[in-house]
């Protein structure tokens, strides 16, 4: 069965730090693209990072450039998002999505259960 | 990169058809055909309904369609259905600065 479980969210103070991961199995990870999209309480879908399959070429939406980072472990079969200099914009679940290609222009076909993240002092 | 505008909410009769409507620039929904769209359940992980603008994945009922006509990617639910009342999105990849952008958001309900 094709799954993707993330873990690593939690509650943070303005300014702070964590370390999202999605544990992907049932398919050749390496073969497709990964994204993170995040979703505020109540609010639609933001696309927030993406990354090919071989790791070489990732992507930022213009509101986390500078303070999110994306990358992967195909040895692990998984994927991460670094994400610094929390603000409290950046609540929001946050999903794991796998590409249908292994470049970031397919769509996201199996999605992960979420992980929420939540900035507050 | 500002997202692609839907309509806040659609609705119908069970058995009727509805379209919700995805607008974008050439820059996104004009230029490609990497347009999809996703059903959300409240509390759920969004599920993939259409990809490549009219592609439908196995398992995916056949009451649901995608087009697109310029700048403007459309999906349609035939025979509409008490369990098709939830949120829809749809995404586009983009030549802007951010590579994917996402709708605004429909909220679909079965009258």
């Known amino acids: 069965e094709v799954q993707l479980l993330e873990s690593g969210g939690g509650l943070v103070q303005p300014g702070g730090s964590l370390r999202l991961s999605c544990a992907a199995s049932g398919f050749t990870f390496s073969s497709y693209a990964m994204s993170w999209v995040r979703q505020a309480p109540g609010k639609g879908l933001e696309w927030v990072s993406g990354?090919?399959?071989?790791?070489?070429?990732?992507y930022y939406a213009d509101s986390v450039r500078g303070r999110f980072t994306i990358s992967r472990d195909n040895s692990k079969n998984t994927l991460y998002l670094q994400i610094n200099s929390l603000r409290a914009a950046d609540t929001a679940v946050y999903f794991c999505?796998?590409?249908?290609?292994?470049?970031?222009?397919?769509?996201?076909?199996?999605w992960g259960q979420g992980t929420m993240v939540t900035v507050s002092s | 990169q500002s997202a692609l505008t839907q309509p806040a909410s659609v609705s119908g009769s069970p058995g009727q058809s509805i379209t919700i409507s995805c607008t974008g620039t050439s820059s996104d929904v004009g230029g490609y055909n990497y347009v999809s769209w996703y059903q959300q359940h409240p509390g759920k992980a969004p599920k993939l309904m259409i990809c490549e603008v009219s592609n439908r994945p196995s398992g995916v009922s056949n009451r649901f369609s995608g087009s697109k006509s310029g700048n403007t990617a459309s999906l349609t639910i035939s025979g509409l259905q008490a369990e098709d009342e939830t949120d829809y999105y749809c995404a586009s990849y983009t030549t802007n600065s951010t590579s994917y952008v996402f709708g605004t958001g429909t909220k679909v309900t079965v009258l």
């Open positions: 999505a796998k590409g249908a290609r292994p470049s970031i222009l397919g769509a996201f076909d199996i």
């Open positions: 990354i090919t399959g071989r790791g070489i070429t990732t």
